[in-house]
């Protein structure tokens, strides 16, 4: 995980009439979404999905109190990676798991696995991306496991890459690892990562024709030491200190490269899955960065207020909504899951120091432990990611 770390987190007027009509409008939406909501075991509820999303920003909101919790727990889930595991690691509050994500126009539906499994059924579903996406994939494994337990039918040799079946759904889902989504290679005994901006990886594009539903992201790996290819030709760097002479253009350069080069793929691909991209997470290592003694020990969410986006992940996220905000054109079936926003609001869900079971045995100074407050604990606010995705992707 010291690797993993490192690797991930290099540097760092109206009528009284139409009133009238909106209030009953209101009242009968209201009316639906409490019938589905009381009745969860019944058949599909789209129409409350539809209903509500149609008018409501799902990604702007606040975190409420949810007395039930989380739909899993460490004993339940037999998937969920040690990194991540932070009850079993010892964290000793509990009170971040008691959290749900409250839209500001509508309520969010809690994830329902046996309707997602249904919904799903015959269907490839594929995240592609970093160890966020990881993260992100390991918390949906672990809500469906309640429902059905799932088979790995294959892994790469670093257990990066991975594909999942539910049998009797014959539902398949997929991580593939390619952390900056366009070509890249290491030279033997070179620090620096070479990018091939105008290549996409091979590893995810040779299987997009299998995949009914993709849920990309992009992140902190382009703040590494990289060279751009482009052309043929060496065009420039980020970080990279000068060396070769070469101009560093910025990690917002290379990001709105890559991203653009995406959305003319998905723009021009005769196969036409659902695509979701997902925007930045936001770390919150306070005190210090993660390679210099920064640590994350709050036990509470944010207010709206209290929180403000660090500078890379403002410009990432610009960037993320300058290539795609608009992006919804004919034939092509695109949505953005900005899960920025709500996931900046939760300080208390990151490992911290308990990335590893106990964490200061043995420790002289507790400010020399590495903590990890980018990824999220499972469970933790990172399920919610799920809600959000189910709303946007099934019932839009
Ligand atoms: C689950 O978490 C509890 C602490 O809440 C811990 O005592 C237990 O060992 C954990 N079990 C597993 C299997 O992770
Ligand atoms: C299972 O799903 C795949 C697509 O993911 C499909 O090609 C196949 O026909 C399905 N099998 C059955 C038995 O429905
Ligand atoms: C690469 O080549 C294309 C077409 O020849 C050209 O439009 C583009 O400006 C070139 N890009 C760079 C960075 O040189
Ligand atoms: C970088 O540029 C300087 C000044 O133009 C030159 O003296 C030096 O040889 C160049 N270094 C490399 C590695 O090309
Ligand atoms: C977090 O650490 C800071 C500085 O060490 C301390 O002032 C604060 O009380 C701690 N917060 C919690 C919730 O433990």
């Not at 990309?216 to 703040?223: A, E, T």
């Not at 760097?237 to 350069?253: A, I, P, R, S, V």
């Amino acid at each position: 995980m010291e690797q993993q770390l490192t690797l991930v987190l290099l540097p760092k007027d109206a009528s009284s009439s139409r009133t009238f009509l909106k209030f009953f409008l209101y009242f009968f939406l209201v009316a639906i979404a409490y019938y589905f909501f009381i009745s969860l075991d019944s058949p599909p509820l789209s129409p409350s999905g539809d209903a509500s999303s149609s008018k409501c920003d799902l990604f702007t909101g606040e975190w409420i109190p949810d007395p039930s919790g989380p739909l899993y727990t460490n004993l339940s889930c037999h998937h969920i990676q040690d990194f991540q595991n932070c009850m079993l690691n010892g964290r000793p509050d509990v009170n971040y798991l008691f959290w749900r994500w409250k839209p500001s126009g509508c309520d969010l539906p809690k994830f329902n696995p046996s309707q997602f499994l249904e919904r799903v059924r015959n269907k490839w579903w594929a995240f592609i991306g970093d160890s966020i996406a990881s993260n992100h994939v390991q918390s949906l494994i672990c809500i469906l496991s309640q429902v059905e337990e799932m088979v790995e039918i294959y892994h790469d040799k670093e257990f990066r890459s991975k594909v999942w079946r539910f049998p009797s759904h014959n539902f398949t889902l997929s991580i593939v690892w390619s952390p900056f989504l366009v070509k890249s290679e290491t030279l033997d005994g070179s620090s620096e990562i070479q990018l091939y901006l105008d290549r996409l990886d091979h590893k995810w594009t040779h299987q997009y024709s299998n995949f009914d539903y993709v849920v990309i992201s992009g992140g902190k790996w382009f703040l590494k030491e990289t060279i751009f290819h482009e052309n043929n030709t060496v065009t420039g760097c980020h970080y990279c200190h000068g060396k070769y002479n070469l101009t560093d253009f910025g990690y917002d350069y290379s990001y709105r490269k890559t991203l653009k080069l995406l959305r003319s793929f998905v723009q021009s691909s005769t196969h036409k899955p659902l695509v979701l991209f997902r925007t930045t997470t936001p770390d919150h290592f306070e005190y210090g960065e993660w390679n210099t003694g920064g640590y994350c020990n709050r036990t509470m969410p944010f207010k709206e207020d209290e929180a403000k986006l660090k500078t890379v992940d403002d410009v990432m996220r610009e960037v993320e909504l300058d290539v795609f905000q608009n992006f919804r054109e004919g034939s092509i079936k695109f949505r953005l899951l900005d899960t920025t926003g709500m996931s900046l609001l939760r300080p208390d869900g990151h490992p911290g120091p308990y990335r590893h079971p106990h964490p200061f045995a043995g420790v002289k100074h507790r400010s020399s432990v590495q903590n990890d407050c980018l990824h999220w604990c499972l469970p933790g606010p990172i399920d919610s990611w799920n809600d959000v995705m189910v709303e946007t992707i099934l019932n839009r």
